[in-house]
């Protein structure tokens, strides 16, 4: 391993190798933070933040009404109301969404599988009721924009941690929430592809691993996409906001931005599995675009 060829010198700076790598082993196995309470889930690494993040889905469905205000460059406002719904399968996770307003997108419906099995790639499908056909969506389009909004169609799905390398930039308090604050970076091309957006940084909370707040730099120049969740609530046992916000910035400046409010959210009710299989997609006799929470009114 090493060019010298006095035996001496090369224990030496052997031994002086494992003393460094036993130390920064240490300084790794230390809490990133102390263990806010005796059930709080102790992390000594950016990994381990990463992977919570990926794995806050798992084991449960919800639904939910979506209102959606979008404020496009020109200053123009538009809205949309849809409903959507996710159920996992073992690790994978299958979302179902229908638009029911404005009346020009009324009916169309998305589906996608986010898929965290080796082998196994994700999908998104769309129903268009204009021409009653159900599109195979490409992995190059997922960055376009969901209904309009300035979230992406990629950024429904969840990122994986084995897809990004990362770096601890510390801990601090968003909204009165405690946090993680990670750098990360994709370590392929095929993610930003996928999502349309490069390196950035995501604020954990340090409790249940939902992202706070997010900033990634976008594959175009000069832009970043910012995600704000806001009015953080527990529903059915699972931490959610009742609003969020994504902005599109270029140039520093803000230049676009989407909010979500949540209506009738639920979780852990048990789906009908038909709502997650791609024949129910535009299909007459689907329940899906009737259904409602308990908590919804009408």
């Known amino acids: 391993m090493y060019s010298l060829n006095d035996t001496i010198c090369r224990f030496a700076i052997a031994a002086a190798a494992s003393l460094m790598a036993t130390m920064a082993a240490a300084q790794d196995a230390q809490p990133l933070q102390q263990p806010q309470t005796a059930a709080s889930p102790v992390l000594t690494d ?46 994978n996770r299958r979302l179902r969404s229908v638009v029911f307003d404005p009346e020009e997108l009324q009916g169309v419906e998305s589906y996608v599988h986010d898929n965290f099995e080796d082998g196994l790639a994700d999908k998104v499908w769309v129903w268009l ?14 960055s ?24 601890m930039l510390g801990t601090g308090l968003y909204n009165g929430y405690p946090v993680y604050k990670v750098y990360v970076s994709p370590r392929n091309e095929n993610e930003v592809i996928r999502l349309g957006l490069r390196d950035g940084e995501v604020w954990a909370d340090t409790e249940t691993f939902m992202p706070m707040y997010s ?6 120049p000069n832009e ?23 902005s599109t910035i270029k140039e520093g400046r803000v230049v676009s931005f989407s909010e979500f409010e949540t209506e009738g959210e639920t979780f852990n009710i048990g789906l009908p599995d038909r709502f997650f299989e791609l024949e129910d997609l535009g299909s007459s006799e689907s329940e899906f675009r009737n259904f409602r929470s308990a908590s919804m009114s009408n």
Not at 144 to 167: H, P
Not at 227 to 246: I, S
Request: hydrophobic share 35%.
């Open 144 to 167: 376009q924009r969901l209904y309009g909004s300035d979230l992406a169609v990629g950024e429904m799905l969840i990122r994986q941690a084995r897809d990004y390398d990362c770096t």
């Open 224 to 246: 970043q996409r910012v995600l704000e969740t806001l009015d953080m609530r527990w529903v059915n046992g699972v931490f959610a906001p009742e609003r969020y916000r994504v």
């Open 46 to 91: 950016c990994r381990q933040v990463l992977e919570g993040v990926q794995n806050r889905y798992n084991g449960y469905d919800s639904w939910r009404i979506v209102h959606m205000t979008i404020t496009d460059e020109t200053g123009a406002v538009k809205t949309r109301r849809i409903a959507a719904a996710h159920k996992n399968y073992g690790i």
């Open 129 to 142: 009721p204009s021409s009653e056909t159900v599109v195979d969506v490409k992995s190059e389009d997922l």
């Open 215 to 220: 900033s990634f730099n976008a594959d175009a």
